[in-house]
């Protein structure tokens, strides 16, 4: 759940509710064109949304906070 906070469904992660919704999804993600393109925008906006989310990201952004 705290993942959804940082990490949103479809666009920068890919979260699923049981084990059939998993097959589907893997079999979309890797057997089809539109599934695989998906998948790399997917993963770019993951590497993108993890460089932003680091302690030090974090750090800095509670001491821009107090320094108001």
Same mark, same amino acid.
């Given at each position: 759940? =705290? ?36 998948? $790399?925008?997917?993963?770019? =906006?993951? $590497? ?9 990201? $974090? ?10």
């Amino acid at each position: 759940q =705290n993942l959804e906070k940082i990490f949103l469904p479809n666009i920068s992660m890919l979260y699923y509710k049981d084990e059939k919704e998993l097959i589907e999804l893997t079999d979309f993600y890797i057997n089809t064109k539109e599934g695989q393109q998906k998948a $790399r925008e997917i993963s770019i =906006n993951a $590497r993108k949304v993890a460089k932003s989310n680091t302690w030090n990201s $974090r750090f800095d952004d509670i001491l821009k906070y107090f320094k108001k």
